[in-house]
């Protein structure tokens, strides 16, 4: 699409003259800095035309753009003590969650879902990086339980998308715990037969890497998704040593073994659902 078009078709929903116009008609692309029409980019799935640089998203886009005909049952979230330290830094902890309430629209930083892919039953958990850096603390590892053992109920594999920079420091050691209780509910699924299918995206790092990130039977990856378990800066000051430039992206980590796949966004859909068919063909086989 020429920037003729483009222009031709942002103006045609610009308001006339006299009314309040829009101010979400154009995307900036945090990848290469072009404008993007609005329309156009949510259409091509929140990822840049010109550069393919995949968007951050949150759970209600991921789950219309993976469940088929965009139908899903949201499932509740399990209710958790909401300031178990009584935590304040230059603001109250319980002011923090209030704000990001309202910010975007959920209770915290994880939302479960099921319905279908490709006519397969599945349950999917995905990680809110605009809920307070999609961290950690007992509502994401409860929720995270609570998609698992749906899952199991259902007898369908669990899919989760991460993003996170890590454990909820506002929960100190309360969020800690929760990377045993995640992994005892990941050998849950195991037991059951069930597949559990990770989806690494922009940023993933921190306790959540070592918590359930890392741990699928299948590891896919967004394209150009930063993920560490410790910053960059940081390994270089204790190695002395330059890093790679690609180090620490989901390519590298392909390229390396970490995961499996780098999959576009475009592609996703597709390809969890020939996943889910194979695994659970060849789990009721064994």
């Known amino acids: 699409m020429s920037w003729i078009t483009r222009v031709r078709n942002a103006l045609a929903y610009v308001t006339t003259r006299g009314e309040e116009s829009p101010d979400n008609l154009w995307h900036k692309c945090k ?17 840049c035309p010109h550069c393919d640089f995949h968007d ?104 989760v998308f991460t993003a996170s920079g890590g454990a909820r420091m506002q929960e100190g050691i309360l969020s800690l715990m929760q990377m045993p209780r995640t992994t005892v509910a990941i050998e849950m699924l195991h037991d059951a037969g069930l597949p559990y299918i990770v989806v690494l995206t922009d940023p993933t790092s921190g306790g959540v890497m070592a918590a359930y990130a890392m741990l699928g039977d299948v590891q ?8 560490a378990f410790t910053g960059r800066r940081v390994i270089e000051n204790t190695i002395r040593e330059k890093l790679p430039d690609d180090f620490q992206t989901s390519e590298y980590y392909r390229d390396h073994g970490l995961v499996d796949m780098v999959t576009h966004r475009k592609e996703l859909r597709d390809t969890l659902g020939q996943l889910i068919g194979l695994l659970c063909e060849a789990r009721a086989a064994a």
């Open 220 to 227: 896919i990856a967004e394209p150009g998704a930063t993920l």
């Open 31 to 47: 990848g290469c800095g072009q404008m993007v029409f609005m329309k156009e980019f949510e259409e091509n799935q929140n990822v």
């Open 56 to 159: 951050r998203i949150g759970a209600t886009k991921r789950f219309e753009q993976l469940f088929d005909e965009g139908v899903y049952k949201l499932l509740p979230s399990p209710k958790v003590a909401e300031d178990p330290l009584k935590f304040r830094d230059s603001k109250p902890y319980t002011a923090r969650i209030k704000a990001a309430r309202a910010s975007t629209g959920e209770q915290d930083a994880f939302q479960n879902a099921s319905g279908t892919i490709h006519g397969h039953k599945a349950v999917i958990g995905v990680q809110d990086f605009a809920f307070m850096g999609g961290s950690m603390g007992q509502a994401v590892g409860e929720a995270f339980i609570a998609g698992v053992e749906t899952a199991i109920a259902a007898r369908a594999p669990y899919i």
